[in-house]
């Protein structure tokens, strides 16, 4: 595996609120955006970062999900207690992939995604945990209307969410030659399917592609923290 990873705190907010963690040789990558723009919000991201990457540095081989669900029902716990403590919102979304127990694995809750390019489709793995994601699926709005609009704010999961609800955790099989991108909704709302699947699929240097995507978001307008992984499998 290739990776590299960047982010931008774009032009909207006084700092960055989003958190990115990448380590090589067991592949840990995550990125997580914090909900809001307080104390509560860098404190959510960064929480919830440290105990998944401590969670899946100490699992039992062959225990990946179950150590990828207990790292993020503690982060639920412990935002929790950050944001009664400072009374005011403690929240963040994550994704991430990593490669535990022989195999690798995608960790995700809130609207951070994780593409692959595999040959010539780029799909998104994930799935949103959105309104709007549900309004869409479920035709109860126009993709482009402003019910659409505000839908995306309504997150159904988050760490830091009073229900305390459970990650997505999905086994990958990953081939040779595979793209993967992770990134947070500063890269998603504000470059193009069309942009992202241009820019990984010219990947020889990850970090080129990282920076060609942050660049993107930021003369798309830098409406929000933008912050992307790309890893590159050439050989499994």
Do not use: K
């Not at 039992?60 to 935002?79: F, I, L």
């Not at 035709?139 to 704010?153: N, V």
């Amino acid at each position: 595996m290739r990776a590299a990873a960047g982010s931008d705190i774009g032009r909207r907010y006084p700092a960055n609120f989003d958190v990115v963690h990448l380590g090589a040789d067991p592949l840990v990558a995550v990125v997580a955006d914090g909900m809001g723009a307080g104390a509560g919000s860098a404190a959510a991201g960064q929480t919830a970062v440290d105990l998944l990457v401590a969670g899946i540095a100490g699992a039992p081989t062959g225990s990946a999900p179950d150590a990828a669900r207990a790292a993020v029902a503690a982060a639920q716990a412990r935002v929790g207690e950050i944001g009664a403590r400072l009374r005011e919102l403690a929240g963040c979304t994550l994704a991430a992939m990593v490669e535990a127990g022989g195999g690798y694995w995608l960790v995700q809750i809130g609207d951070s995604r994780v593409y692959r390019l595999r040959g010539e489709l780029l799909e998104l793995l994930t799935v949103d945990h959105t309104m709007a994601w549900l309004g869409a699926v479920h035709g109860w709005f126009p993709f482009d209307s402003e019910q659409a609009a505000r839908a995306r704010y309504q997150l159904t999961r988050y760490i830091g969410h009073p229900d305390a609800p459970e990650p997505d955790v999905l086994n990958l099989s990953v081939r040779p030659g595979d793209v993967y991108l992770l990134c947070t909704d500063g890269v998603t709302d504000q470059v193009p399917y069309g942009v992202l699947r241009e820019v990984l699929g010219e990947v020889g240097d990850p970090q080129r592609a990282v920076d060609r995507l942050i660049a993107a978001a930021s003369a798309a307008g830098g409406s929000d923290n933008a912050t992307a992984i790309v890893v590159v499998a050439e050989s499994v």
